[in-house]
């Protein structure tokens, strides 16, 4: 008998969500056949069975697991002595708080009605503060004292529960998805980043043109060609001249670590959530090379087939807000560990000024966020330059790759 445990599968993964059993409890299983479909933060994995024998389900479907937890029995089952050793741990687990609010209970709280009353309304636990009075007496004085920051927290906390019970059923609480909890913890580790942003905008006039006049050719060998790859081949060049910007930030040795290849993150709109897939080695893939693997990993991405290794290892990540279908610009979140995000938005038709004549161009507005610790705004200013150098004459970005 062997334990299948929810294993470590890298990337930071802590917990995932069991999507789906393919086997049914007391089914002999082959060693290496898929058992089991795990949702994670990133992408759903497949466990397969580490040897043949027959099967005992342990978690259930549609239940969170963190690493390490129990997943399944492969064998004859769990013997007496693990089962017996489990059950002690259980019945342990279950009379420990018990005796431990026993003990509390015997513990004398010396303070005053008003200033439990105090306690109360600033949502603040008794039990824990340290009385200066006679005895241990706790007195008004301590409780306001105590009154730090976590302690408004917890009474908004306790204030927000209050009215929420009283709104009853016109609140609905719903579950985050694997993805959605992934979502909100990368974007609390962005925000530790002391950010700046960069906004400028380029003429995309000539590229437009050279959009038009290709994407027929590769749509005959079913490659769809947008704006994309080229804006990913200009950052690349971008990012060899300034090359502080495909890094990352070494907090503990304040170190920046410079990256000397090219794997460019793209933000992709998933049923489940925004995904970044990954682009890797860009600047070797020509135009035709990117925009087919560009649909690959997108149409993987939102039929939720994407695997770790296509979301991970990114050196710089680029987010197409244009494709939404609006906004003008925006401060794009810089996905961390790395030092910038680019954001490319809309094209739209407005008037630029060119040897003193007025004339209508097609204009790309984009917006540079960058980490400040690494990179100042001189260098954001040169960054957005050069990618308008590149982009507003396509002929020096390097196609071929």
């Given at each position: 008998m062997k334990e299948l445990r929810f294993?470590?599968?890298?990337?930071?993964?802590?917990?995932?969500?069991?999507?789906?059993?393919?086997?049914?409890?007391?089914?002999?299983?082959?060693?290496?056949?898929?058992?089991?479909?795990?949702?994670?933060?990133k992408a759903v994995v497949d466990m397969p069975a580490p040897l043949t024998g027959k099967i005992?389900?342990?978690?259930?479907?549609?239940?969170?697991?963190?690493?390490?937890?129990?997943?399944a029995y492969i064998g004859e089952g769990p013997s007496e002595g693990a089962g017996a050793q489990q059950a002690g741990k259980a019945a342990a687990e279950q009379t420990a708080p018990k005796a431990q609010e026993a003990h509390a209970a015997t513990e004398e709280i010396l303070a005053t009605p008003a200033v439990r009353k105090l306690a109360r309304d600033l949502g603040m636990d008794i039990k824990g503060l340290h009385g200066t009075g006679?005895?241990?007496?706790?007195l008004e004085n301590d409780v306001r004292t105590a009154s730090g920051p976590a302690q408004?927290?917890?009474?908004?906390?306790?204030?927000?529960?209050?009215k929420e019970e009283q709104h009853g059923e016109e609140i609905?609480?719903?579950?985050?998805?694997?993805?959605?909890?992934?979502?909100?913890?990368n974007m609390e580790l962005s925000w530790t980043i002391p950010r700046a942003v960069h906004m400028d905008k380029l003429n995309a006039t000539k590229l437009f043109?050279?959009?038009?006049?290709?994407?027929?050719?590769?749509?005959?060998?079913?490659?769809?060609?947008?704006?994309?790859?080229?804006?990913?081949?200009a950052t690349v060049d971008a990012l060899k001249e300034f090359p502080h910007f495909n890094a990352s930030y070494d907090h503990e040795k304040l170190e920046i670590i410079v990256k000397r290849y090219y794997n460019i993150g793209i933000a992709v709109e998933a049923p489940d959530?925004?995904?970044?897939?990954?682009?890797?080695?860009?600047?070797?893939?020509?135009?035709?090379?990117?925009a087919a693997e560009l649909g690959r990993?997108?149409?993987?991405?939102?039929?939720?087939?994407?695997?770790?290794?296509?979301?991970?290892?990114?050196?710089?990540?680029?987010?197409?807000?244009?494709?939404?279908?609006?906004?003008?610009l925006s401060v794009p979140m810089i996905n961390y560990p790395e030092v910038a995000i680019l954001g490319i938005h809309s094209i739209r038709d407005e008037a630029v000024v060119e040897n003193n004549e007025i004339k209508a161009a097609k204009v790309l507005p984009f917006s540079l966020a960058f980490d400040h610790r690494v990179v100042d705004g001189a260098e954001a200013v040169a960054f957005g330059n050069a990618l308008i150098k590149y982009l507003e004459d396509p002929d020096l970005l390097e196609i071929v790759g």
């Open positions: 294993v470590d599968v890298g990337e930071g993964i802590t917990e995932g969500h069991i999507k789906k059993w393919l086997v049914k409890d007391g089914d002999m299983v082959k060693e290496d056949q898929t058992i089991l479909q795990i949702e994670t933060d005992k389900i342990a978690a259930q479907e549609n239940t969170t697991v963190k690493v390490g937890d129990l997943l006679p005895h241990g007496r706790i408004k927290k917890a009474a908004i906390q306790k204030f927000s529960e209050l609905t609480r719903v579950p985050m998805s694997q993805t959605r909890k992934a979502i909100a913890r043109g050279i959009v038009q006049r290709e994407k027929a050719k590769l749509a005959e060998l079913g490659i769809k060609l947008t704006f994309l790859p080229f804006i990913i081949k959530g925004l995904k970044v897939v990954v682009m890797k080695n860009a600047d070797k893939k020509g135009i035709a090379e990117i990993l997108g149409e993987k991405a939102r039929n939720l087939t994407i695997t770790l290794d296509e979301m991970s290892d990114s050196t710089f990540t680029i987010t197409n807000i244009g494709s939404l279908g609006g906004g003008y």
